[in-house]
């Protein structure tokens, strides 16, 4: 079946624009995170969806970032105002629960390149 | 909070030799520790994970961990790698949080370079 998929791959915008990053969970995952992975380090968690509920939202930087999920499927990270310090790669994964046990499954990656 | 350190940003190896690539932990009530792989251009994938019982756990593509509680130790082995187990490998720590979400810390990462 279909994995996770992540668009677009490749994101360039300028310093202060505004940028959305989707992501398409596995078919029937209630549960998806994104993270930020920038270059040298491990993925960071951003926030975390059950169904169309963000669950946890702890991990977002600051009040530029925003994400949704509108039905409870596909999700889009938003970033406003977008600077310098926001290039990295950004992974979106989605599992069956949000148990520890609840094997997660890791789109591509967007990455988002802020000039 | 909680951390997890990986020793090594890069490991290179001989084909058909042994390797052990580390991790270390910040100290929790609750310890739930994760191997990823992350081949080039792909997304992570898990390789194995430790919950609660044995502490020697068997993964996928023939690596296994043992998780160490007393020296907070979660290392990766492998006793016979090959070219295509060349990747970028990350350790992780989950901690249950209030409300029942489990949120990972990862490592930087292991580069494991396997030449022939």
């Known amino acids: 079946g279909a994995g996770v998929s992540q668009t677009p791959s490749n994101k360039v915008t300028e310093k202060g624009k505004y940028v959305e990053l989707r992501c398409d969970p596995i078919?029937?995952?209630?549960?998806l995170y994104w993270y930020r992975q920038s270059l040298g380090q491990g993925p960071e968690f951003l926030i975390y969806?059950?169904?169309?509920?963000?669950?946890?939202d702890s991990g977002l930087p600051n009040d530029r970032f925003f994400a949704v999920r509108p039905e409870g499927s596909v999700s889009t990270l938003k970033i406003q105002r977008t600077e310098r310090g926001d290039s990295a790669v950004y992974l979106c994964?989605?599992?069956?629960?949000?148990?520890?046990?609840?094997?997660?499954?890791f789109g591509p990656g967007t990455r988002l390149t802020v000039l | 909070a909680q951390s997890v350190t990986q020793l090594d940003s890069q490991v290179p190896v001989f084909e058909e030799a042994p390797v052990e690539l580390r991790c270390n932990y910040s100290?929790?009530?609750?310890?739930?520790l994760f191997w990823y792989v992350q081949y080039p251009n792909q997304g992570l994938q898990l390789l194995l994970k430790?919950?609660?019982?044995?502490?020697l756990v068997k993964g996928i593509n023939g690596f296994e961990a043992e998780f160490n509680k007393s020296q907070t130790s979660f290392h990766l082995r492998k006793p016979s790698v090959h070219i295509s187990d060349t990747a970028e490998y990350f350790c992780?720590?989950?901690?249950?949080?209030?409300?029942?979400?489990?949120?990972?810390?990862f490592g930087r990462g292991t580069s494991l370079i396997v030449h022939p």
């Open positions: 992780a720590s989950y901690e249950g949080k209030t409300g029942g979400s489990y949120i990972p810390t």
């Open positions: 994964a989605s599992s069956l629960g949000a148990g520890v046990g609840d094997t997660q499954y």
């Open positions: 100290s929790s009530v609750s310890v739930y």
């Open positions: 430790y919950l609660s019982g044995s502490t």
């Open positions: 969806f059950q169904g169309t509920g963000a669950a946890d």
């Open positions: 078919s029937g995952h209630t549960a």
